[in-house]
């Protein structure tokens, strides 16, 4: 491209300049601080998304342990039977 710049002047920097416009690599001010404004604000939101996602992680881990903790008490309770007769039957049970 150096050749057809020197070569051609400016008619040649003119083609230079329109296959850079072509190709995408020469754009607007504009366009360029638009494109820079969104990378930021999507930027932004990926940080608060895995601030929440790391903030989630935290409370399964304790929500975990305490249904690990909570499993181990029932199962440390002692087990008796349930009777479904009358005091009579069971035993006064009433304070005297």
Do not use: F, K
Not at 7 to 27: D, E, N, W
Not at 50 to 55: D, H, T
Not at 69 to 94: F, K, M, N, W, Y
Request: charged fraction near 30%; charge should be negative; glycine fraction near 12%.
């Amino acid at each position: 491209m150096g050749e057809l710049i020197s070569q051609g002047g400016p008619v040649g920097l003119l083609s230079l300049g329109v296959v850079l416009i072509l190709t995408g690599r020469l754009v607007p001010r504009s366009t360029l601080r638009d494109v820079q404004t969104e990378r930021d604000t999507w930027r932004e939101a990926h940080r608060v998304s895995e601030e929440a996602r790391r903030l989630d992680r935290e409370q399964l881990g304790e929500l975990a342990e305490l249904g690990r903790t909570s499993t181990r008490l029932l199962t440390a309770l002692p087990r008796g039977e349930v009777s479904h007769g009358t005091a009579a039957e069971v035993g006064d049970a009433s304070p005297r």
